[in-house]
């Protein structure tokens, strides 16, 4: 069964000029073209990342491909090529595997990276799936987390909070986005928001060696936040689900003011870019409120590990 699943595969995936040789073989030739890639792998595992009793297995294999993206779009990276790395349960195994392609090569073809192969696997347990992009980064070496300035504004797309509420499934990768932006402005480095507004700003900021400050009143909040509020009841209020949800797939950027305000001045994507404060010279991160500045918890989704 697992041949005749391979040969779906090859039969079902395009074919781009990149991939010198792609699915059959023991491993894929990519031509490049160049001296350096950019490359990064998730997992998502069921029970973990989703459920697949309560999502499909096309929304799974789409957001299996669309974090990686966004990991490239946090470089200003290219997509060129993926490969894919299936477990799948032995029970109706072939059937999500067939339904998970379904869902990723869409999104493939919607950004032109191409799948050049991968691994299947069956057990047990439940359904795991791994992929693997590369991308090309943009001239000058692509963004990083290191590079934010104190002084440097906090720019971001987009807003936050409640993707729980199905962006975290259906979010389109800034990759174009991010690539446009860094060609055309001056920018320091960059993150895009996997784990939580918070959580990711204050991992530029250790990279980066430096501290920042949110506005409070200019964090930009999602409508599924107050619907987050409104369905759970819990304490927490709409901004606490946009600065700590995550999964919202967002970018952030450190520019410089006066590059900061020419950005904002041109709104030049179909998202729009907002300013929700500054990188400061202390470490840690800060709240403000008015004229009231707080230390804010650089809380998020974290995987847990024990020793």
Sequence with gaps: MELQLIDYFRQRIPQYPCVRLGIGDDAAIIDLDIPQCVVTTDILMDGVDFRLSEVTPEAIGRKALAVNLSDLAAMAASPKACVVGLVLPEKGGVEIAKRLYDGLLPLARDFQIAVAGGDTNSWEGPLVISVTAIGLPSPGGGLCRAGAKPGDRIIVTGDFGGSLLGKHLTFTPRVWEAIYLYRSYEIHAGIDVSDGLALDLWRLTVES?????????????????????????????????????????????????AEAARMLRDQPLSVPLTDIGEFVPDRGLWLEKGKKRTPLEPKGYQHKFSL
């Excluded at 060696?209 to 599924?224: D, L, M, T, W, Y």
């Excluded at 209020?237 to 952030?252: S, T, V, Y």
């Design 209 to 257: 060696r430096c501290g920042a400050v949110i506005q409070a009143e200019k964090v930009p909040i999602s409508e599924a936040s107050h619907r987050m509020v409104a369905q759970v009841k819990s304490r927490m209020k709409p901004l606490d689900h946009a600065l700590h949800d995550g999964e919202d797939f967002e970018l952030i950027l450190a520019v410089p003011p």
